[in-house]
C-alpha cells in the first residue's frame, strides 16, 4: 500500500471518528447523572466505592448523593436497599467498574467524565472499522468499513450516555481483532501470549466473549495444520491459555480473599444460566428470574423442586434438559430466531453478511475463471474468520443463556463491514453481468 493510500486511509479514518464524535456529542446530553435503572446502579456503586477506597464493595459507604444516581422515586423501597446493602460483591466483572474508579480517581465522581470518554471510545471504534476494512480487504475494504462505521454510529451503535458496559467492551473486542491479526502474521510466541492476555481483557470486562478461547482453538486445530507439528501446536495453546488465565489471576485470587469461594471472573453464572433456561423462557427464549423471585416456591418450576433446588446450579441445568429433552431443540430455535430479529436492522445486517459471504465462496470456487471479468479489482479477503468467530459466539452464549438485545447490539460492530461489503460486491456483481453479458461471464473466451 503506497503512502498516498495509507494518506487517504488516515483521512478516512479522522472522518469517521470526527462525525460519529459529533453526532454523539449532538445527540446525547452529557449530564452529571446517573439513573438507578438496571445495572447502573451496581457499575456506578462499585466504582465510586473503588475511588474511595472501599474495595469492589456494592452500596452506600459514601452518602447517598455522593453516587449522583437518579429516580429512585421510581422503585418505591431501592434507595432503602441501596443504604443498606453493603459489602463485597462480586456479581459484576470488574473491567467495567474499575475503569471508571480510574476516571473518578482523577476527576471526581462526576458520570458527565465517563459518558464523555465512551463517546470518544464508541467514535473510535466506528472509525476503526476503517483500518480493518483495510485489513480484510485492501485499499476498497477501507471505504466500505468506513461507510459501515458511519452505518454503526447512526444505527446501531448502543447509546454512551448511559453507564453500560458496551463501548469499553466493544473497543477490548476490537483490540482483540487487531491482536488476531498481529498473531497470524507472526506466528510467534510471544504473540500468541498477548492474545491470551487481550482475550482475558475481554473476559473481565464481560463474559459474552466466553466461548471465543474454544472457537479460536478449533480453528486453529482445524484450519492452520501448516503451523508446525504436534509438539508445535500444544505449546501454542498452551502459551495461549497460560495468558488467558495470568492475567485473570489477580483478580480470582482477589475475589477469593473477599468471598472465601473460587471465582473466576464473577459469581454471575449461575443466575444467567438458569434464569435463561427454565420453564418460562420456552415463549421468548429471554431472561426470566420469575422462578427465584416472585414465585420462588412454586414447584411447578424443576429448580424448586425438592432433590433439585439445592444442587450445584450446573446439575441443575443438565436436570432440565434432560426433562425437557424433546422441547429443547424448540428453546434454542426460538433463542436464536429472537436474537437476530429484535429489529430489521440486525436481520438486513446478517442477510447482507451472509450473502458476503456467499458471494465469497463463489469468487473462490471460480477463481481464473470467468468471474474474475467481475471482481479482478478485489483483492482475496484476508482475515475475513473474524467475524464469523464473533458470530458463532452470539450463537453459542444466545443458546446457552438467553436472546438478549445488548448481546446481539455488541456484535453488529463485526457483522456490518462484511454486511456492506456483500452489498457492494452483490452490486458489483449484477452490474457485472448487464455490463459484460451473459457470453462474457459464464463462457471462457
Known sequence: MSMGRKGILGVLFFMVFGVSLLFYTLTYPLNDEVSCKGDSLDYQSLAVNVAQGHGYQLGALEGVDVYRMTGFEEFPGLRENFESRRGYDFYRAPGYPLFMSIIYSFGGVHPKYIKGVQMILSA????????????????????????????????????????????????????????????????????????????????????????????????????????????????????????????????SLYARSKTGDVVITTTHAKHALLDGNNEDSFAKGNWRADWRKERAHDIRYLYNRPGIKDK????????????????????????????????????????FMAGYYALQWLIYLLKGGPLEQVFGGYKEARFIEVPVFFFLDLVLITVVLFAYERFTSVFMIFFLPCAVHGLVLIGHFLFGIILNGEKSLFKRN
Not at 314 to 333: C, N, S
Open 124 to 251: 473510535f471504534s466506528a472509525a476503526l472499522l476503517v483500518l480493518l476494512g483495510a485489513l480484510f480487504w485492501g485499499d476498497r475494504g477501507g471505504l466500505t468499513g468506513g461507510l459501515a462505521g458511519l452505518i454503526y454510529t447512526f444505527f446501531y451503535a448502543p447509546a454512551p450516555d448511559i453507564i453500560m458496559t458496551e463501548s469499553l467492551l466493544i473497543v477490548s473486542m476490537l483490540v482483540w481483532v487487531l491482536g488476531y491479526i498481529f498473531w497470524k502474521r507472526r506466528r510467534s510466541m510471544l504473540s500468541v501470549f498477548v492474545l491470551g492476555v487481550l482475550t482475558a481483557s475481554m473476559f473481565l470486562i464481560k463474559e459474552i466473549c466466553f466461548f471465543i478461547p474454544m472457537i479460536w482453538s478449533a480453528y486453529y486445530i482445524l484450519f492452520l495444520k501448516e503451523d508446525g507439528g504436534r509438539m508445535r501446536r500444544v505449546g501454542v495453546l498452551s502459551v495461549f491459555f497460560c495468558g488467558l488465565f495470568l492475567t485473570m489471576l489477580p483478580w
Open 312 to 351: 450445584p446450579y450446573i446439575e441443575q441445568y443438565a436436570g432440565f434438559l434432560w426433562e425437557y429433552r424433546r422441547d429443547i431443540p424448540k428453546l434454542f430455535i426460538t433463542k436464536i430466531k429472537r436474537a437476530f430479529t429484535y429489529n430489521k436492522l440486525y436481520f438486513w445486517c446478517l442477510f
